[in-house]
């Protein structure tokens, strides 16, 4: 099993940037595929970006691509998100989670939300305008 914790979110003018951060505690962290998703109030949780195991595979969503970077840290248990240019449209509870899926990961099961068994409390990132 394994417990996340987000921090790194706040309040950014339009076109700044952020760095979520991850943290883990537990073992074998390598063997969990990591995403982060978002939840805007009124809207449903959503995809932004994946990362395989090794952290050498990632996955975005469109509006995430060519502005935001995920990446890991396995000596740390560690995953960050990379956000820059962010947008108004951007503000969302941020959550980061973990799949223990043992095994070849399909590359929709990245974008599943249903496929994570493990989740953050999330991180609140306001964007104003």
């Known amino acids: 099993q394994v417990q996340l914790v987000e921090s790194g979110g706040g309040l950014v003018q339009a076109g700044g940037s952020l760095r979520l951060s991850c943290a883990a505690s537990g073992r074998a962290f390598s063997t969990y595929v990591v995403g982060w998703f978002r939840q805007a109030p009124g809207k449903e949780r959503e995809f932004v970006a994946a990362i395989d195991r090794s952290g050498l595979s990632t996955y975005y969503t469109d509006s995430a691509k060519g502005r935001s970077t995920i990446s890991r840290d396995n000596a740390k248990n560690a995953v960050y998100l990379q956000m820059n240019n962010l947008k108004p449209e951007d503000t969302a509870v941020y959550y980061c989670?973990?799949?223990?899926?043992?095994?070849?990961?399909?590359?929709?099961?990245?974008?599943?939300?249903?496929?994570?068994?493990?989740w953050g409390q999330g991180t609140q990132v306001t964007v104003s305008s």
């Open positions: 989670a973990a799949s223990a899926r043992i095994g070849p990961y399909s590359t929709e099961s990245y974008y599943a939300s249903d496929d994570y068994d493990y």
